[in-house]
């Protein structure tokens, strides 16, 4: 019995042109949103709320690391870190809006207007948030240079290693238009790498920049925690996640700090979820259960 020919667009009938061009969707979940160019597509003025910190945002992993940050602050008692939370809709194309592209020239969530100075500022990159709220508060970034080093070197492996986990691995095994054995090998190969890579780390450290919890836990959390927890890209079985027992420790211990149940609620719809956050009294309206 002779072999079924293999689908149109095949990876295997794929040869690359001299010059590529956009012709056509490429496929899968998130082609409408897809493009090669940059810059606005449409007219739109974002709303303003009344704090200090407005956020434009969707309760993505990097979304979530910002609003966990915003409930972190709060819960020391900087009051000063009062925000607006304001959910950019990613699948309608809001982050191509004019107002969010003046925050973000590169269209992604989030995106955070500090405006509790003199003159506005914007800050885009969810690193780059973490890390200007953290010297803005004096919070979650050790001043001693060899501590401070340890947590920073662990934000910057976060926002280099998570786009093989979100753009490769999660695209390949969860979102393309169908299997490629070779892409999804590749990529789960790597995301098992970096949970070892944190497993080892967290089997000598309660956290991951040393004895205390910063924003090296804050920006991994969201997208390895996840993870571990089984929540991301229904994949949990796959890459057997509950085999690295120190990442779960590790998941586990965060999971529990009550900020970290408030702001993984931010910016995200259906039950059990906060769309929009304007203050504190916000998370009563989803039930004072969620929040505890």
Do not use: C
């Not at 753009?167 to 892409?183: D, L, Q, R």
């Not at 949990?236 to 965060?254: C, M, N, P």
């Amino acid at each position: 019995m002779s072999e079924a020919p293999p689908p149109p667009n095949h990876p295997a009938d794929y040869v690359p042109p001299k010059v590529w061009s956009w012709n056509k969707e490429n496929g899968g979940r998130f082609a409408n949103i897809n493009r090669p160019i940059a810059g606005p597509t449409s007219e739109k003025v974002l709303p303003v709320g009344k704090h200090p910190f407005q956020l434009y945002s969707l309760g993505t992993p990097n979304g979530v690391k910002v609003t966990i940050m915003f409930e972190e602050l709060l819960a020391l008692g900087h009051k000063g870190a009062e925000y607006d939370a304001w959910l950019i809709n990613i699948g309608s194309g809001d982050q191509f809006s004019s107002g969010f592209v003046e925050i973000n020239p590169n269209s992604k969530i989030p995106a955070l207007m500090d405006r509790s100075g003199p003159q506005p500022i914007r800050i885009f990159e969810s690193g780059a948030i973490l890390l200007h709220l953290a010297e803005k508060f004096g919070a979650f970034l050790p001043t001693e240079p060899a501590k401070r080093a340890e947590v920073l070197s662990w934000l910057m492996w976060q926002m280099g290693s998570a786009p093989y986990l979100g753009g490769g691995f999660g695209h390949f095994y969860a979102y393309a238009p169908f299997k490629i054995e070779y892409a999804i090998d590749r990529f789960a190969m790597e995301v098992k790498r970096q949970l070892d890579v944190l497993d080892r780390r967290l089997a000598e450290s309660e956290y991951l920049g040393g004895a205390d919890y910063s924003i090296a836990d804050i920006a991994v959390w969201p997208w390895y925690g996840f993870l571990a927890k089984g929540l991301a890209y229904e994949s949990g079985e796959f890459l057997d996640v509950k085999s690295y027992k120190h990442v779960q420790r590790w998941t586990a211990q965060i999971n529990e700090r009550p900020a970290v149940k408030r702001g993984s609620i931010v910016n995200r719809a259906g039950d059990g979820n906060l769309p929009e956050r304007h203050d504190a009294s916000d998370f009563d309206n989803v039930g004072q259960k969620a929040a505890e």
